[in-house]
């Protein structure tokens, strides 16, 4: 095959390399009856035929268009209006990428513009970044400015444990090797208001979500008062529709505000490409990462937009950047925002209030079967726990195989002591019919 580089006396020095005496004995663990040319392969089809093959493969794994979906726990089967699609696949936001210059890049810049500008209107904050990979990396991101704010002489972060545990490990993982004290956590029963007597001098940022992991409410003013108090940020974890509704985190005093942007026009997708949304007060501009677009004037006086406080180095001197972001979730960022413009205030909050009043509706009818135990210590939005009298593991297996519905999150994967009890979520996509279907199914389960 004389499109492969290598030649004979290559193959021997890596093979010996390696130890291997020819390249059929790196095979030698895949069984005969299945290495080429014995595989057993159909003859051809037409593309009619392949694309209906295709479909019905594709038709084989549980998803939210073929299945009632009741889970959530961070990625959220929301409403899409059609017109997000269309716009995304349009070429000249599909195909971009690096709006380094901004003559040729005005639409994809007044875009992520228009994002930023959406993302302070929604968490009550002063400046945006053009978005992170997800939320947790977000909120990693969060952990690095607050330490940058301090140039490192405060290095305690508190975390509430009702923080995503997933995002929690993310921060861990994203620091590891800085000699941070990543403390709060470790005690999964507390609330946010329970870490208050961990604040020292020492602690750089307190992390909180809201609504937080189990879908409860909590008052984060006091909250925020105690931080700074002593003289830390407030980093909140949002959840965006839900601030649809609630008290954006900038108006009880937040620092920073991240979160996971996939409920805002973003499908499910079997866990992404999605985004984190990130935002804060302009004294910390500066230590923001990430890409900022700003609005300005040409030569000509008419409107324009730029990347802007963008140092050469955050793209070209890793050792120098304030970060190792030097992309953003560009398309994803452009889904969220044509979303967030054809919603608007008044259609956030709409879908918003349909998923709190469906939720309780949900929590209620389910707090009726005997066996279950709906857990109501606080205010909640989308999301509540339930307790259940079987394994999670075999009522999500029932609830799937027996009435093709996606069952809750088994929270015992993360809290120890929730072992037996179950996170669901109801969204806007959640009809009463749908939510009587998952209480019959569950009496029927016992």
Do not use: W
């Amino acid at each position: 095959m004389s499109y492969i580089p290598h030649t004979n006396a290559d193959r021997k020095a890596m093979l010996a390399a390696i130890g291997a005496k020819s390249v059929e004995e790196l095979f030698h663990d895949i069984p005969a009856s299945v290495r080429f040319p014995g595989l057993d392969l159909p003859g051809p089809l037409s593309e009619p035929e392949t694309l209906r093959e295709l479909q019905d493969l594709a038709e084989a794994n549980g998803h939210a268009d073929n299945s009632l979906c009741f889970l959530g726990a961070g990625a959220y089967n929301h409403f899409i209006p059609s017109v997000v699609n269309h716009t995304i696949l349009r070429g000249e936001f599909l195909t971009a990428y690096t709006p380094y210059q901004p003559e040729v890049s005005q639409g994809t810049l007044q875009v992520i513009y228009e994002y930023q500008s959406m993302i302070c209107a929604l968490t009550g904050m002063e400046v945006a970044n053009a978005s992170h990979y997800d939320g947790a990396t977000s909120l990693a991101e969060a952990v690095i400015l607050a330490l940058n704010h301090f140039k490192l002489k405060r290095r305690k972060v508190l975390m509430c444990p009702r923080v995503h545990p997933q995002y929690r490990a993310v921060v861990r993982t994203y620091t590891q090797g800085m000699g941070l004290n990543i403390t709060g956590d470790d005690e999964s029963d507390l609330l946010a208001k329970d870490l208050l007597p961990l604040l020292d001098a020492d602690t750089a940022l307190f992390v909180v979500q809201y609504p937080n992991f189990f879908g409860g409410i909590e008052n984060l003013k006091p909250i925020a008062d105690a931080v700074h108090a002593a003289g830390a940020l407030l980093c909140v974890v949002a959840n965006p529709v839900a601030l649809g509704l609630l008290t954006p985190p900038g108006a009880f005093g937040a620092d920073i505000v991240v979160g996971e942007g996939q409920p805002l026009g973003v499908p499910l997708s079997y866990g992404g490409p999605y985004l984190g949304f990130f935002a804060t007060k302009k004294d910390y501009v500066r230590k923001m990462a990430g890409r900022l677009v700003g609005e300005t004037t040409d030569a000509n006086g008419k409107k324009g937009y730029v990347l802007t406080l963008a140092t050469r180095e955050q793209h070209i001197r890793r050792d120098k950047a304030t970060s190792n972001i030097c992309t953003n979730q560009g398309l994803m960022a452009v889904a969220a925002t044509v979303y967030m413009s054809v919603m608007g205030k008044q259609g956030l909050r709409r879908a918003a209030e349909v998923c709190y009043h469906r939720a309780h509706y949900a929590a209620s009818r389910i707090a009726e079967i005997d066996g279950y135990t709906v857990l109501r210590d606080q205010p909640f939005f989308h999301e509540f726990v339930v307790q259940c009298p079987r394994p999670i593991s075999d009522i999500n297996a029932d609830l799937f195989n027996e009435h093709g519905i996606i069952g809750g999150y088994d929270l015992g994967q993360d809290y120890a002591h929730l072992d037996g009890h179950m996170l669901l979520c109801v969204t806007e996509l959640n009809t009463p019919d749908d939510i009587e279907e998952l209480v019959e199914a569950l009496e029927h389960l016992g």
